[in-house]
């Protein structure tokens, strides 16, 4: 019914009254005020004028069901959306979702985490109503060795989502960062649960620095605000619903390429955005390291690397120490 | 205090007065009283005579974590028991436990299953105090692209089990059919939940048919009771408990060798027992079928298939029809 009652309020964009509301929605007037004080409580600013009616003012800066289904248009991503003010992880959460068996696309989103996760269990900063930080639960019909592919779509979409929002172009570092001038602003988690041969499911876990202020970032991060304040000396936030709406688009888009088709269109784009390729690395892959030059990607989303005895090996997964 | 009560009665292996007991154990006579009947209704025969005292005649044929623990003697597997009289599937269980974190070694049994689970979602017919049904927590510190060589760690380690206590010998038919005489008498599943470059925790499940009637069993499956009837016409039950617990041992076994060296002693083994490699085969993997000849194991434990084309193939996972 809140739901309903936004939607009517925004496409009025004006005053409307209380008798209107009502009977439109076929709800009683103290109905009404009940739920307008629970959006307010919410942090929907609804302004009441005596003899004029309600107004909806501003939404809240919040990453609400209600404002990331509204007008998001996907058929499988974000279809249904479990929104935490404060979880410990959103891959927690997930990983209970999916052992419950819940749709394909469903997506955990929080404002804050108190035990954000990066890979191998370090730890992703999460300050409250800053960043977007998420899971998402996919279904994939691919083997187990083929996972690594969805960091690299997920990688790509975000930064789609970034570039098509915020004008910023960002960059990918393999397998899993997203920089910008050479400063870490997302991290991408991928878990699975699979037999040997075919995967339970996977979640896609996304942290992303988005309103963060300089001095609430590590010296090696950066968020899209500081990134954008350096480009144009503005100040303005980052709109957090618009922003993560896009890269849930992108997501679904890029996610039906890579079943349908394959890997190659994702690849290819992937490609555009890295600056892995072509430079010298360090490998660091279950503590051994491993020098090289990144040579390419492959189909099922490896890194090439040719070894200086000029072996080239791949890896699926591991830390990449860029060398100069 | 009923696993003391127990221990005391078996070293006794006569009878002993209800005071000695109540003494020894620091308990009264009426808290042994309530003791004794509880572990008679889970199946103890425990005889009282006046003057007398208790004795231990006979412990009933389950798979009591009392019993598998009692002279077991591994340092990890199977330290922890979470024992089922029906459970819909041991698989479903450990999934739970691992994601709350439970010890290495971790082991859940049940007698019967309601939805015993095989690969790729197929049942598991599990009929009550017949089969061995069991899933164990492992947390290997191996890459997840490793994980299929576990498998071939269980399979060589039921083997190694079943001929120590039956006297049959068992083969392997890749990836994690246990046949005799070409019947299926056990099965291997391996899930699980991962990141792409490290193992939260692998749960290996193993269904067993050992004391199950020829009419109970589907055509082209056996029982150990069944193969051994057939070795020397005797009617007995293999003794579950005894056959669990040596299995247990194989694994821990195995598994550290594993570990500590490399996977090729495991592969030597699995080699010894197979009856895939040097066959004709055609491998069904994701729906796709591959004719060829089953040449090698690799050391990931890939099935090294050479096509009619000559180009040498590795499979990770699939079904195996053996071709004449």
Same mark, same amino acid.
């Given at each position: 019914?809140?739901?309903?009652?936004?939607?009517?309020?925004?496409?009025?964009?004006?005053?409307?009254?209380?008798?209107?509301?009502?009977?439109?929605?076929?709800?009683?007037?103290?109905?009404?005020?009940?739920?307008?004080?629970?959006?307010?409580?919410?942090?929907?600013?609804?302004?009441?004028?005596?003899?004029?009616?309600?107004?909806?003012?501003?939404?809240?800066?919040?990453?609400?069901?209600?404002?990331?289904?509204?007008?998001?248009?996907?058929?499988?991503?974000?279809?249904?959306?479990?929104?935490?003010?404060?979880?410990?992880?959103?891959?927690?959460?997930?990983?209970?979702?999916?052992?419950?068996?819940?749709?394909?696309?469903?997506?955990?989103?929080?404002?804050?985490?108190?035990?954000?996760?990066?890979? !191998?269990? %370090?730890?992703? @900063? *999460?300050? &409250?109503?800053?960043?977007?930080? =998420? $899971?998402?639960?996919?279904?994939?019909?691919?083997?187990?060795?083929?996972?690594?592919?969805?960091?690299?779509?997920?990688?790509?979409?975000?930064?789609?989502?970034?570039?098509?929002?915020?004008?910023?172009?960002?960059?990918?570092?393999?397998?899993?960062?997203?920089?910008?001038?050479?400063?870490?602003?997302?991290?991408?988690?991928?878990?699975?649960?699979?037999?040997?041969?075919?995967?339970?499911?996977?979640?896609?876990?996304?942290?992303?620095?988005?309103?963060?202020?300089?001095?609430? !970032?590590? %010296?090696?991060? @950066? *968020?899209? &605000?500081?990134?954008?304040?350096? =480009? $144009?000396?503005?100040?303005?936030?980052?709109?957090?619903?618009?922003?993560?709406?896009?890269?849930?688009?992108?997501?679904?888009?890029?996610?039906?390429?890579?079943?349908?088709?394959?890997?190659?269109?994702?690849?290819?784009?992937?490609?555009?955005?890295?600056?892995?390729?072509?430079?010298?690395?360090?490998?660091?892959?279950?503590?051994?390291?491993?020098?090289?030059?990144?040579?390419?990607?492959?189909?099922?989303?490896?890194?090439?690397?040719?070894?200086?005895?000029?072996?080239?090996?791949?890896?699926?997964?591991?830390?990449?120490?860029?060398?100069?």
């Amino acid at each position: 019914m809140q739901d309903k009652i936004l939607d009517f309020l925004k496409k009025k964009n004006e005053y409307v009254s209380g008798e209107e509301i009502s009977q439109h929605l076929g709800i009683s007037r103290q109905a009404l005020w009940k739920h307008i004080q629970d959006l307010r409580d919410t942090g929907y600013d609804i302004v009441a004028v005596p003899h004029l009616g309600y107004r909806l003012i501003m939404c809240p800066d919040r990453l609400l069901p209600y404002e990331l289904t509204h007008g998001l248009e996907t058929k499988i991503i974000g279809r249904k959306i479990y929104y935490f003010e404060r979880v410990s992880s959103t891959m927690d959460v997930a990983m209970q979702l999916g052992n419950q068996n819940v749709p394909e696309g469903t997506l955990v989103v929080a404002e804050s985490q108190t035990k954000g996760r990066g890979r !191998l269990g %370090r730890s992703w @900063t *999460s300050p &409250k109503y800053k960043g977007i930080y =998420l $899971s998402l639960i996919l279904k994939p019909d691919i083997l187990p060795a083929c996972a690594p592919v969805l960091t690299l779509m997920a990688a790509v979409s975000i930064c789609e989502g970034i570039s098509r929002i915020s004008g910023i172009e960002p960059q990918i570092k393999w397998p899993n960062d997203i920089l910008i001038h050479n400063k870490k602003v997302g991290g991408i988690l991928t878990e699975l649960e699979a037999e040997l041969d075919a995967i339970s499911f996977v979640i896609i876990g996304i942290g992303l620095n988005v309103n963060n202020e300089s001095n609430e !970032l590590p %010296r090696e991060a @950066t *968020s899209l &605000k500081e990134a954008k304040k350096n =480009l $144009s000396a503005r100040q303005e936030n980052i709109n957090r619903i618009e922003l993560l709406k896009e890269i849930l688009r992108k997501i679904e888009d890029n996610y039906l390429i890579l079943l349908k088709k394959s890997s190659s269109p994702i690849l290819e784009k992937w490609r555009s955005y890295n600056i892995t390729l072509g430079r010298r690395v360090e490998v660091v892959c279950h503590r051994q390291h491993f020098g090289g030059e990144a040579m390419d990607i492959d189909t099922d989303g490896g890194l090439l690397v040719r070894r200086d005895s000029g072996i080239i090996e791949k890896f699926m997964a591991g830390d990449i120490v860029h060398i100069r």
